[in-house]
């Protein structure tokens, strides 16, 4: 079945899927939940967490049947489902989540929350504190006052989310990208609550490699003039910064097959008239690129894109001096997706963590996504896998079931 999706990194793409029989999820209620004094891993405090959650299925009477979905670095808490009748796209894994798919929503009840500086402050559809959030000790946006977060705090915001709703353990984490270091961290610093976590397309640490290339997509933010070191106001900001950040998240995120491939349907050529013949002008491909970045980028804030960038630099699993002694805390049974394309966050960096944890007697699984979307096979793919997480949620061989 063919049909269009609108990819999280910011333009359309035409992609072929297997579907399984299934209904379709009723309509999706944003929630949102609020706490105040919020502890966070720096030891500083926010003195308000406002953040929104989606559910999908149902709550059994023990409780016990909860899969929590981490969302990755562009992403929010709408994993599946529409809001309303006429949404022209469903939420980011609809094809692996509902009635009779991989995570049946008949059998479980699934739950996503939205992360702390979100990157897209300004769409209607997500809540998030941030730095666009306003202090209330000042009564304006916070700015680069607010304190730097973590995975640990996206984790520890979701735990208080789960609690609230008499939650005590999870059937399962699963994420991708940025919701994989997330799933991990969960089964390190909770192991108690995780009987299974699924990483699709992550890490279990943000190496040397990673950290200096998450730095080039904070750097176009912080060299346009309009950023003033993070004092810009909704009204004038650092838009071009942004675009640029989001032109570059983009592209790392694809593989060159499929930038090929679109370099063919727009009939790209090396010796294009435009930028022949002015320095100003851009081939269509990059035209192309900025123009769907650009599309997006009022929904976003640029000093959120800072502080997510920050937090996947900081990250190592359990949040300790080293991987081995975050990994070494782990009880849950653990399978690693990796995109055999990705140019992003590379199939080496779960293939080591996988290892890590066998090495340790830690019972992990280990397989590569195919295909030529790049970082984006766990996101808009991930139905090759279905099966196999359908198995993986129903195993009984977690230690700590």
Known sequence: MRFAVNLPALFTIVILVSVWPAQALPLVEKKVFTATDFPLFSGQT?????VGWE???ELNESKDNVVLITHYFSGSS???GKYSADDTQPGYWDAIIGPGKPIDTEQYFVISVDSLANLSAY???VVTTGPASINPA???????DFPVVTIRDFVNVQKAVLETLGIGKLHAVIGPSMGSMQALDWASAYP???PRVAAIIGTGESDAWTTAALEHWARPIKLDPKWSDGNYSQQAPPTEGLVASLMLITQQALHPQYFNQQGEQLDYQALESAPLNDIRQSHSIVTWLEDRARSRADKMDANHLLYLVRACQLFVAGHQKSL?????????KS???PATSDLLLMPYLSAHTHEQLQQAGKISHYQELTGSLGHLEGVLDIQEQGERLKAFLADKSARNE
């Open 46 to 50: 926010l003195p308000e967490v406002k």
């Open 55 to 57: 559910s999908y299925g």
């Open 78 to 80: 709408h994993a599946a």
């Open 123 to 125: 769409d209607e559809h």
């Open 138 to 144: 000042t009564g304006k946006p916070y700015g680069l």
């Open 192 to 194: 108690e609550w995780v």
């Open 324 to 332: 081995q002694a975050g990994l070494s805390k782990i009880q849950a």
């Open 335 to 337: 399978l690693f997706l």
